[in-house]
């Protein structure tokens, strides 16, 4: 058996396994699975494009849902976005972001063009304090908020600048040492900070090309930072995702991991591939996030074809190290975690038995309360969960033979733990030096296999899915013809 290996196109064409395309598969423990359909999370749609999404949770491991536009900033309820914006909304700009973080049970919002947000139980949007700062970044960690790359506090507008509130009081922002809410500079190497996320008990500030990792010293530094090795740093914070234990982010080079000690190339097999379709002047709008039950980092981003939209998206397997892709134009992604369905909701999403959704499965989180998928915004400012029944998927394989003579290949059984609906393979061949191919038959999956039979030097098979499937490799069965 030929066993898959994954999306590797950087790779050379005849290593066996690889994918050189493919479109709709997820990397899984020892498989590849079609990637799910979206369905429409029954919210409505939002003012305008969405620039900003999260589920927090509170101490009482409630959650909520949360997304702004430019304008408002909303809250989910059982069947819409409700607005729960400050009087007078807001005036975030086209690339501008909201980001959120948890600090007890009090939800924060952030921008750089407004002073932090927070919203507790029952009430709306307002400004935390009057001696808070606007701040492009927000995180939470040791009982205090930090915000980065801010504009206040007596500083001005400070892209390089850090913050965090008094220990314990999100509302309390006057520096001070006896409350530690202190205020610092990265200024050891040039640009803004354009992420920072919690790692443990440190937290890591991020620049373009620049890492530094914040640890509790204590009066009267507070937090002390220290540069990381290399070059390496990310273009925005939504680029970075957080499994826990570790970071996975995008570089201006590489993808990387780092788990606290130092930054890791992950020796992607896609990495001339992706910049080489990433569209760099806008890698600012990257948008990752990470789904926990299937240990997968998703990255969407602008392709070269897009103006700047997030169409493609390649997908990362934490535990397999392979790789897969999904495409499809988004504003914004999240974790998101459903509020299922029960007899008491049934009747207001849903007017009869007939009007259930019939493109999901009966085992999807779409049913269960408290149950997390991955969602994300459509260009029609609507949520949705990638939780539905698969449609097509697909797998291009690499090249199978040899320079130096003709084979003949008469059949191929793919290896399903779970067979499509149905599917067929293209197969295409090459007589020259594998640079170009030309197509030739299609088969039909038919009684285990994909019938055909043809002589070449070189062999590729294209499988069209349909439907929900799994699939770890497959058999060919291919036979010299002689030396010539």
């Given at each position: 058996m030929i066993q898959f290996e994954g999306f590797a196109p950087d790779l050379p064409p005849e290593t066996p396994g690889i994918f050189v395309d493919c479109k709709n598969i997820l990397p899984s423990i020892g498989l590849f699975v079609a990637a799910p359909t979206p369905i429409d999370c029954g919210l409505g749609a939002i003012s305008g494009a969405a620039k900003g999404f999260a589920i927090t949770r509170k101490l009482d491991n409630s959650t909520r849902a949360f997304c702004g536009s430019s304008d408002k900033l909303y809250e989910a309820s059982t069947t819409a976005w409700v607005d729960k914006s400050v009087s007078g909304g807001y005036s975030l700009g086209p690339d501008e972001r909201w980001r959120f973080a948890q600090f007890g049970n009090v939800t924060l919002a952030s921008s750089k063009r407004e002073t932090i947000q927070a919203i507790s139980s029952g009430s709306d949007f307002a400004a935390v304090s009057a001696s808070a700062p606007k701040a492009d970044i927000i995180e939470t960690i040791n009982n205090q908020v930090f915000a980065f790359n801010i504009d206040g506090m007596g500083f001005g507008d400070a892209p390089e600048r850090w913050a965090c509130s008094a220990v314990g009081n999100e509302t309390d922002w006057v520096p001070s040492v006896d409350t530690q809410c202190v205020s610092g500079q990265l200024l050891d190497t040039p640009g803004p900070i354009t992420a920072a996320k919690r790692l443990g008990d440190i937290i890591v500030a991020y620049k373009d090309r620049s890492m530094y990792v914040g640890q509790y010293v204590g009066v009267p530094l507070v937090w002390s930072f220290s540069k990381a090795p290399g070059e390496i740093g990310t273009p925005c914070n939504e680029s970075v995702v957080t499994t826990g234990t570790a970071h996975f982010f995008i570089g201006h080079d590489d993808f990387y991991m780092f788990d606290g000690t130092r930054p890791q190339a992950l020796n992607a097999p896609l990495r001339n591939w992706f910049f080489n379709n990433v569209d760099q002047r806008y890698m600012f709008k990257i948008c990752g996030t990470y789904d926990r039950f299937n240990q997968r980092v998703f990255w969407w981003f602008p392709s070269v074809y897009s103006s700047g939209a997030l169409d493609k998206c390649i997908v990362y397997n934490v535990k397999?190290?392979?790789?897969?892709?999904?495409?499809?134009?988004?504003?914004?992604?999240?974790?998101?975690?459903?509020?299922?369905?029960?007899?008491?909701?049934?009747?207001?999403?849903?007017?009869?038995?007939?009007?259930?959704?019939?493109?999901?499965?009966?085992?999807?989180?779409?049913?269960?309360?408290?149950?997390?998928?991955l969602a994300a915004f459509g260009t029609d400012h609507k949520c949705y969960q990638y939780s539905g029944i698969s449609g097509e998927s697909r797998i291009t394989t690499g090249h199978y033979g040899d320079n130096m003579q003709f084979s003949t290949c008469t059949r191929i059984r793919p290896r399903f733990i779970q067979s499509p609906t149905s599917s067929v393979m293209n197969y295409s061949y090459s007589n020259t030096d594998a640079s170009t191919f030309s197509s030739n038959i299609t088969s039909t999956y038919s009684n285990n296999w994909y019938d055909f039979i043809w002589s070449a030097r070189w062999h590729k098979f294209e499988f069209i899915f349909n439907g929900q499937m799994a699939i770890s490799g497959f058999d060919l069965l291919m036979s010299p013809d002689g030396i010539e």
């Amino acid at each position: 058996m030929i066993q898959f290996e994954g999306f590797a196109p950087d790779l050379p064409p005849e290593t066996p396994g690889i994918f050189v395309d493919c479109k709709n598969i997820l990397p899984s423990i020892g498989l590849f699975v079609a990637a799910p359909t979206p369905i429409d999370c029954g919210l409505g749609a939002i003012s305008g494009a969405a620039k900003g999404f999260a589920i927090t949770r509170k101490l009482d491991n409630s959650t909520r849902a949360f997304c702004g536009s430019s304008d408002k900033l909303y809250e989910a309820s059982t069947t819409a976005w409700v607005d729960k914006s400050v009087s007078g909304g807001y005036s975030l700009g086209p690339d501008e972001r909201w980001r959120f973080a948890q600090f007890g049970n009090v939800t924060l919002a952030s921008s750089k063009r407004e002073t932090i947000q927070a919203i507790s139980s029952g009430s709306d949007f307002a400004a935390v304090s009057a001696s808070a700062p606007k701040a492009d970044i927000i995180e939470t960690i040791n009982n205090q908020v930090f915000a980065f790359n801010i504009d206040g506090m007596g500083f001005g507008d400070a892209p390089e600048r850090w913050a965090c509130s008094a220990v314990g009081n999100e509302t309390d922002w006057v520096p001070s040492v006896d409350t530690q809410c202190v205020s610092g500079q990265l200024l050891d190497t040039p640009g803004p900070i354009t992420a920072a996320k919690r790692l443990g008990d440190i937290i890591v500030a991020y620049k373009d090309r620049s890492m530094y990792v914040g640890q509790y010293v204590g009066v009267p530094l507070v937090w002390s930072f220290s540069k990381a090795p290399g070059e390496i740093g990310t273009p925005c914070n939504e680029s970075v995702v957080t499994t826990g234990t570790a970071h996975f982010f995008i570089g201006h080079d590489d993808f990387y991991m780092f788990d606290g000690t130092r930054p890791q190339a992950l020796n992607a097999p896609l990495r001339n591939w992706f910049f080489n379709n990433v569209d760099q002047r806008y890698m600012f709008k990257i948008c990752g996030t990470y789904d926990r039950f299937n240990q997968r980092v998703f990255w969407w981003f602008p392709s070269v074809y897009s103006s700047g939209a997030l169409d493609k998206c390649i997908v990362y397997n934490v535990k397999t190290n392979k790789w897969g892709r999904m495409d499809g134009q988004i504003e914004i992604a999240a974790e998101y975690v459903s509020n299922g369905i029960s007899y008491d909701n049934m009747g207001t999403l849903f007017s009869t038995w007939d009007d259930l959704p019939t493109n999901i499965s009966y085992n999807s989180t779409f049913w269960t309360t408290g149950g997390a998928v991955l969602a994300a915004f459509g260009t029609d400012h609507k949520c949705y969960q990638y939780s539905g029944i698969s449609g097509e998927s697909r797998i291009t394989t690499g090249h199978y033979g040899d320079n130096m003579q003709f084979s003949t290949c008469t059949r191929i059984r793919p290896r399903f733990i779970q067979s499509p609906t149905s599917s067929v393979m293209n197969y295409s061949y090459s007589n020259t030096d594998a640079s170009t191919f030309s197509s030739n038959i299609t088969s039909t999956y038919s009684n285990n296999w994909y019938d055909f039979i043809w002589s070449a030097r070189w062999h590729k098979f294209e499988f069209i899915f349909n439907g929900q499937m799994a699939i770890s490799g497959f058999d060919l069965l291919m036979s010299p013809d002689g030396i010539e």
